[in-house]
């Protein structure tokens, strides 16, 4: 039995299933949601349940967040029930969404001045890895509670890297992002070339895989293309932030400007499903 007590924020397509990593470790785990249909399965596994952040702080050492999006952090920390209205001093805040280096930055300075640590820690992966705990980890802020807490990242991930000082994991993230925005975009717009040219999407997918630029994306994607499945692992919407995210801090190419307009306008339509439906914005 591990005896820290996690907290854990966020129980979306990510969230939920890093948690439950966690709980299977043998963590005592209290979990918020805001939508609390979603909190039913983790407390089947034996998950406790906090009413507000406030709640979940009092009973736990170390939190872990994984929401959505800068508004969702600032609303955890200082929302009317927000983490910062309660004692928060000794805890660990993990924040491990994709985030503007800026709110971690702010968040880190407003943590330490109320005796806390916040490290900012996103991660590389999908919803497999999540499942399996194969996630890579970019953490951003102080080594010592880096340290501290990489036991109960490497239960998330097969890889816990810190990189720097608070916000370097988030730009670290948006890197990686920007270039699995533009690989998306690329195969989307290979496979609608080629079968513009009469070659089927199986045919060029068997090459793709067995050739030298195979890799674990094309064979999961092209999967999904073949089975008209697109069903969200990533929603593109979040892809569309993340391009945003990156631009407002100096991304600023040529195919990055392509992917970001390419993305925008898939997302009026395709903005729920997975990412890789971007070719039906490409076939046009």
């Given amino acids: 039995m591990n005896t820290t007590k996690i907290g854990w924020i966020g129980l979306g397509n990510m969230g939920t299933p890093m948690a439950e990593q966690l709980i299977k470790a043998g963590y005592t785990v209290t979990v918020y949601n805001r939508s609390k249909e979603k909190e039913a399965a983790l407390k089947e596994m034996g998950a406790l349940i906090a009413e507000t952040p406030q709640n979940l702080i009092s009973q736990t050492e170390v939190i872990v967040l994984m929401v959505s999006d800068d508004a969702a952090i600032e609303q955890i920390f200082k929302g009317p029930e927000g983490l910062f209205g309660a004692e928060i001093s000794g805890k660990v805040m993990i924040n491990m969404s994709t985030v503007s280096p800026d709110i971690s930055k702010e968040m880190a300075s407003l943590c330490k001045e109320k005796g806390a640590e916040y490290l900012d820690a996103p991660v590389s992966g999908s919803v497999k890895q999540a499942e399996t705990g194969q996630l890579v980890i970019m953490v951003g802020g102080d ?123 898939a997302t009026g339509k395709y903005g729920e499903e997975d990412l890789i439906a971007v070719i039906k914005q490409v076939k046009g």
């Avoid at 994607?221 to 631009?247: E, S």
């Avoid at 600023?252 to 390419?262: G, V």
């Fill in 143 to 265: 080594e010592t509670a880096f340290e501290k807490v990489k036991p109960i990242l490497e239960k998330l991930g097969k890889m816990a890297v810190r990189l720097g000082d608070a916000g370097t994991g988030n730009v670290a993230k948006l890197a990686v992002n920007s270039l699995l925005a533009l690989y998306t975009q690329g195969l989307a717009e290979t496979v609608v070339f080629a079968n513009q040219q009469g070659i089927k999407t199986e045919s060029l997918l068997n090459l793709l895989n067995n050739g030298a630029i195979a890799n674990i994306f094309t064979k999961i994607k092209g999967d999904a293309i073949i089975a008209d499945n697109y069903k969200p692992a990533f929603a593109l919407k979040h892809i569309v932030k993340d391009l945003r995210l990156a631009k407002a801090i100096g991304l600023d190419s040529p195919l990055a400007k392509t992917a970001l307009q390419t993305f925008e306008a």
